[in-house]
């Protein structure tokens, strides 16, 4: 399966994000079987909780619209990226801002406040 999110095909043949804009991405059939089950699961009400509770945690997100949908926002227990790092997620697919949680392409993130809310 291909995901087109940017014609700039010169950045085509490295595929996901690069310089902040998405790019072409292949995605292989484990990935999607992967993304199917965990929306079953999300949708049934059987999402594992330690898959959210150990998720990166992204506050101060927004949607991002442009050639795909992706989310923004500062993330802190990414896996590969630094705390307190601005990032645009790789492809959105899931949202519930009700149970603060979205997964997009490569993983499930918890969701902090919005984009122009502050706690109290």
């Keep these: 399966m291909l995901i087109i999110s940017n014609a700039n095909a010169n950045r085509a043949n490295r595929g996901g994000e690069r ?20 929306f079953h699961l999300a949708n049934s009400g059987g ?5 959210v ?7 101060n997100y927004s949607v991002a619209i442009g050639p795909a ?4 926002g500062v993330v802190s227990g990414h896996p590969h990226l630094k705390d307190g790092r601005e990032i645009v997620t790789s492809q959105l697919f899931y949202l519930d801002p009700e149970r603060a949680v979205a997964r997009t392409l490569n993983r499930w993130y918890r969701l902090g406040l919005p984009h122009g809310f502050q706690r109290n």
């Design 47 to 51: 999402l594992d909780p330690d898959v």
């Design 19 to 38: 310089g902040g804009k998405l790019t072409y991405r292949w995605i292989d059939n484990r990935v999607v079987e992967r993304m199917l089950a965990d």
């Design 53 to 59: 509770a150990n998720a990166p945690l992204l506050e």
């Design 69 to 72: 949908y992706a989310l923004s």
